[in-house]
């Protein structure tokens, strides 16, 4: 039972560009999403975060929009880098039991 | 450098046997979590632990064991039970400041069954 999809396994962007990666969620009981990335034979690292009470969640690049009643996470990063070529993982967790989504990798291409 | 050590990188044993993976931190976090990721899957959950002594079952607990005799140590066996133990093992710890700050992994170990 999946409480967390990520229905795009893989996204192209061009350098400079936006990048738009999605998540949907089932359970209306997680309050905490979080996107994580990760490097390929390297644990993910924590990337930005959003409680249940906000919309939205900037940090740089990077910017969380969540929208609750359709039970939708974005993950917006702009501009796009090569750099950020890697696999993110949306979770949602309700405290201690964190779901995660199978991610979704990322190609930045210059 | 705080961090969380998983060792070893790389792991392979023979069916039937019983194998131990490290993991160690030195974040002074009070819960530590197992995952394992299969292709094409995200993380699943198989035990975490909030304080030492204390120890619970994820969603895929079956065939694997812990045990958390100090806070900074939390090795997870996978035993013969446990029938398809091939994957990616991810250690990972968090602080009790809330689950908005995220959880800290290890760089995983690759456990190979042949």
């Known amino acids: 039972d999946q409480q967390v999809k990520q229905n795009s396994p893989s996204l192209s962007v061009q350098e400079g560009r936006i990048s738009i990666l999605n998540c949907d969620y089932t359970?209306?009981?997680?309050?905490?999403f979080l996107w994580y990335k990760k490097y390929p034979a390297e644990g993910p690292t924590f990337l930005i975060s959003?409680?249940?009470?906000?919309d939205k969640n900037e940090d740089g690049r990077f910017t969380v929009f969540l929208n609750k009643s359709a039970k939708h996470l974005s993950l917006h990063i702009v501009p796009s880098q090569p750099g950020d070529s890697a696999v993110y993982f949306c979770?949602?967790?309700?405290?201690?039991?964190?779901?995660f989504g199978a991610g979704t990798r990322l190609t930045v291409k210059p | 450098d705080g961090g969380i050590t998983q060792s070893p990188k790389y792991l392979f044993r023979k069916e039937g046997q019983n194998v131990t993976l490290s993991c160690e931190q030195n974040?002074?976090?009070?819960?530590m979590y197992w995952y394992r990721q299969d292709p094409g899957q995200g993380l699943r959950l198989i035990y975490y632990?909030?304080?030492?002594?204390?120890?619970q079952k994820g969603d895929i607990a079956e065939g694997y064991s812990v045990s958390r005799e100090k806070k900074e140590s939390f090795p997870l066996t996978v035993t013969s039970a446990q029938k398809n133990p091939t994957a990616f093992y991810l250690c990972?710890?968090?602080?009790?400041?809330?689950?908005?700050?995220?959880?800290?992994f290890g760089p995983g170990t690759r456990l190979t069954v042949l």
């Open positions: 359970n209306s009981m997680f309050d905490y």
């Open positions: 979770a949602a967790s309700d405290r201690y039991d964190m779901r």
């Open positions: 990972a710890s968090s602080t009790d400041r809330g689950p908005l700050i995220g959880q800290f």
């Open positions: 974040l002074n976090h009070d819960a």
């Open positions: 959003i409680s249940s009470i906000k």
């Open positions: 632990s909030q304080i030492v002594n204390d120890f």
